[in-house]
């Protein structure tokens, strides 16, 4: 059958951290520069399809595009992985230090892929800096805006939201994740990520990979917002949440709800019966 049950879901979730956990520095930048350069892609796409068809679902519709590509080859995005090592870590297979190596590189490759795509769209859109942009980057501009300096304004209240907004977002997110699992075929893991994903989207809730590509290339095209606005009001506040989310609606709660069984210890190897040792003095007799 295509499907997977839900405890085999949560012990793939354990095997799937552990094998995260354990690449080299080098495989988690490059698949974490991947993984935001992918995402850099499908926000583009989303955006312009959102300016194009003036229905901003019709981008939410095509954004899962991103999430399917690195889900597919196995590409490291640290919001997805703050579910997974997590799992790993309560099923007690990796201790906190590999948990925090893994979230802390990917977080960086992450950064890097998504502010190389927004500099390559960047020089796109503006034809190497001499023109605006254009729609596109004027709604890249006001998208940048909306997610740092309009929650400035609101003060706590905006802080607050910010953070609301990012623990909805990452719970569909390791969401997608998890359907991703309960599916053995190819067609089946993208039509069953696409749901959660998509729902997040549409709803404009706040994901850290997302963001550390549209708000720094909103920069770029003219957007009114400083580094400080960029961590203070967003990027640092959205990958905590997402973290908490994460790992607590998601993690926590998959792998109390279906604990996966530990295996069982293996017996020891079988050895061959030696025959009893023969009494000297029975071996020196003969046989009347």
């Given amino acids: 059958m295509d499907y997977v049950a839900p405890p085999d879901v949560v012990q793939a979730m354990v095997e799937g951290g552990c094998k995260k956990a354990a690449l080299s520095t080098g495989q988690l930048l490059l698949r974490g520069a991947v993984s935001g350069a992918f995402l850099g892609f499908a926000t583009s796409l989303a955006i312009t399809a959102a300016v194009q068809s003036g229905v901003p679902l019709v981008g939410a519709l095509v954004f899962p ?14 919001t997805g992985n703050f579910a997974l090592l997590t799992t790993a870590a ?12 893994n979230w802390g590189w990917v977080f960086l490759g992450n950064l890097l892929g998504s502010l190389l795509y927004g500099v390559l769209l960047y020089v796109v859109l503006s034809q190497g800096g001499t ?21 400035q304004k609101l003060g706590l209240p905006g802080f607050f939201t910010v953070l609301a907004k990012a623990v909805l977002c990452n719970w569909m997110v390791c ?11 190819t ?3 993208i039509l069953a990520a696409w749901l959660p994903i998509a729902t997040f989207f549409a709803q404009g809730f706040e994901h850290s990979v997302v963001n550390m590509f549209v708000i720094p290339t909103g920069m770029l095209l003219g957007a009114d917002v400083s580094l400080a606005q960029w961590w203070l009001w967003n990027q640092l ?11 607590l609606f998601v993690g ?5 709800s279906y604990p996966p ?14 025959p009893a040792p023969v009494p000297q003095e029975l071996a020196t007799s003969t046989t009347p």
């Fill in 237 to 247: 506040p959205v990958t905590l949440a997402n973290l908490a989310s994460g790992a």
């Fill in 252 to 256: 926590v709660v998959f792998y109390l």
């Fill in 261 to 274: 069984q530990e295996a069982p210890a293996a017996e020891p190897p079988a050895t061959e019966t030696q």
């Fill in 175 to 185: 969401m997608g994740v998890l359907m991703a699992l309960v599916a053995r075929s």
């Fill in 131 to 151: 023109t605006s942009g254009g729609p596109v980057a004027e709604k890249l501009v006001a998208v940048a805006q909306a997610k740092t300096t309009a929650y």
């Fill in 187 to 189: 067609t089946g893991k």
């Fill in 90 to 101: 309560l099923a007690r297979r990796l201790r906190p230090g590999a948990v925090l190596r």
């Fill in 65 to 78: 595009v991103g999430f399917v590509m690195i889900v597919l080859f196995g590409m490291e995005l640290v």
